[in-house]
């Protein structure tokens, strides 16, 4: 079965504009995670949905950053007028459970915003 | 603000020498987990310890749990080409374990 997939693989974009992410977890998969890493840093949490809903958003930075999950499977991360401090790579993952289940990374999108 | 820190940063060693590397904190963790990155792919989970004290092995590599909950050690025993990577831990915090608190990293590079 295939993992989790992220597209794209790499996006460079100009300060102030819009972006999206993409995130297909892996089937069956009900909660998915969003975490940022920025260089030589560890994974930092930002988001996590169970089902359609966000259970947990408190690690999105500021208001230009929102996810949605509108089927339960497919998340995309969206960042409005993006800033040249966005620039990292943005990884996905998805688990069967949540409480101690593992989660199943994707290969992440690097950002880079100019 | 529960942080976890990861010493060595950086390591350098030859084919054959053994290493640890340290994930230490001041908070305690209900588990904490080990994974392996490599450039452009995401972190893979290697183990999870839940137990204080706990030791887990993986073929050359031996995890540990401190008896307090507060930190853990990975051990590698003779170390090969194919270890090359970054080793990241990361803890489950009691009230919210979906919330993974990661480690900013050990970068191991095994010479030949």
């Known amino acids: 079965g295939a993992g989790v997939s992220q597209t794209p693989s790499n996006k460079v974009t100009e300060k102030g504009k819009y972006v999206e992410l993409r995130c297909d977890p892996i089937s069956g998969h009900t909660a998915l995670y969003w975490y940022r890493q920025s260089l030589g840093q560890g994974p930092e949490f930002l988001i996590y949905f169970q089902g359609t809903g966000a259970a947990d958003d408190s690690g999105l930075p500021n208001d230009r950053f929102f996810a949605v999950r509108p089927e339960g499977s497919v998340s995309t991360l969206k960042i409005q007028r993006t800033e040249r401090g966005d620039s990292a790579v943005y990884l996905c993952?998805?688990?069967?459970?949540?409480?101690?289940?593992?989660?199943?990374f994707g290969p992440g999108t690097r950002l880079t915003v100019l | 603000t529960q942080l976890l820190e990861q010493s060595p940063q950086f390591l350098s060693i030859q084919e054959g020498e053994n290493l640890t590397v340290y994930c230490n904190s001041s908070?305690?963790?209900?588990?904490l987990q080990w994974y392996r990155q490599e450039p452009g792919e995401g972190p893979v989970l290697l183990v999870t310890?839940?137990?204080?004290?706990e030791v887990k092995k993986l073929k050359r590599l031996t995890f540990q749990f401190g008896d307090a909950r507060k930190d853990s050690s990975l051990h590698i025993t003779a170390a090969q080409p194919g270890d090359t990577g970054l080793y990241l831990c990361a803890g489950a915090p009691g009230d919210s374990s979906y919330k993974l608190i990661f480690g900013s990293g050990t970068r191991l590079l095994v010479r030949p």
């Open positions: 993952a998805s688990s069967l459970g949540t409480s101690g289940a593992e989660q199943f």
């Open positions: 310890v839940v137990t204080g004290g």
């Open positions: 908070s305690v963790f209900s588990s």
